[in-house]
């Protein structure tokens, strides 16, 4: 993982980097990319590419299939070093710190810039199965092929989007920089929601979060994932993370899926600090329906 590999990272070379590139520009029309493409694509002789290939293969960035017609496909750590280099060539991140949190959808690591840490979210999203694909069909557009970078891409460039919209009137970390499947966002203090125990005044906390709620719907996006668990809860701070499945209050099922946000939230308080709310109440009174 990011750990592994990040170690090699300064011991890679331009031609290294172009090879890269290479196999992911044949990615965007076949899974596997034959060696004369990826020498077409990065503009080296087909000697020269076998051998980085070869080279980058052993640092576990491509992986190789077949015998006599060999091709190559990037790993996710391929993908994450191309996505990390423009972040290191932007002066977004100059070393990387620990893992925040691996779940199936997202790798998520902190890492500095000038000292100061911010959060790097590598998306994951093909990762996982065919559902999640088909989950995320709704922005796959009518390309005919994709592979599951190109899915995760979508994800980080969805996430990036809604965050940079809410961010400055909704609760949200601040985002600072998309490239590939990678964000690059503040770094948020306290944890999960989930994982506290709210002493004094849990209810204050509720209605905060439904104001939140009602402040992004009224921008126009409906969270769609929400839960205790993508709550950021600090000593005096709340924010609400974990964005690439918002939807626009226009789509089809955006009423369906702000619903389940409502429900979600409710029941865990209900659950957890005994506060009975309504959800269809509350359902009414954030969109306007008194
Ligand atoms: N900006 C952030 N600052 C601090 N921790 C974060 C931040 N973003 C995510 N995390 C941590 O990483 C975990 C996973 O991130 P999240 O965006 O929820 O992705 P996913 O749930 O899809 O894996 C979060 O539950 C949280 O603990
Ligand atoms: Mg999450």
Redesign the pocket.
């Known amino acids: 993982m990011v750990d592994r590999f990040i170690r090699e990272f300064g011991s890679l070379e331009k031609d290294d980097f172009r090879v890269l590139r290479g196999v992911e520009e044949g990615m965007k029309t076949r899974d596997w990319v034959p060696v004369r493409d990826v020498s077409v694509f990065s503009g080296l002789p087909v000697d020269e590419v076998e051998f980085r290939l070869g080279r980058v293969g052993g640092l576990g960035l491509v992986e190789r299939r077949g015998m006599d017609r060999v091709r190559f496909r990037l790993s996710y750590n391929g993908y994450d070093v191309l996505a990390l280099n423009v972040f290191v060539s932007r002066g977004v991140v100059d070393s990387l710190g620990g893992e925040?949190?691996?779940?199936?959808?997202?790798e998520?690591y902190s890492a500095l810039i000038d000292g100061e840490e911010v959060?790097l979210?590598f998306h994951r999203e093909g990762k996982v199965s065919f559902r999640d694909i088909r989950r995320s069909r709704d922005y796959l557009g009518d390309r005919e092929h994709y592979s599951k970078l190109y899915i995760a891409k979508l994800a980080a460039q969805r996430e990036y989007k809604y965050l940079d919209r809410l961010f400055g009137e909704v609760r949200v970390?601040e985002p600072i920089s998309w490239n590939r499947h990678l964000i690059a966002?503040?770094?948020?203090e306290g944890?999960?929601l989930s994982r506290v125990k709210l002493d004094n005044d849990p209810q204050f906390i509720l209605e905060i979060i439904y104001e939140e709620i009602e402040k992004a719907y009224d921008l126009g996006v409906v969270h769609g994932d929400l839960s205790e668990?993508?709550i950021?809860i600090a000593e005096d701070d709340l924010r609400i993370?974990?964005w690439?499945q918002a939807v626009q209050t226009t789509h089809p099922e955006a009423d369906n899926y702000l619903k389940r946000d409502i429900k979600n939230i409710t029941k865990y308080f209900e659950k957890k600090y005994q506060i009975k709310k309504d959800p269809e109440e509350i359902y009414k009174s954030i969109t306007n329906q008194k």
Do not use: Q, T
Not at 100 to 106: D, Q, S
């Open positions: 925040l949190g691996v779940g199936k959808e997202a998520v959060v979210k970390p966002m503040e770094k948020l944890r999960e668990f993508n950021h993370i974990d690439p």
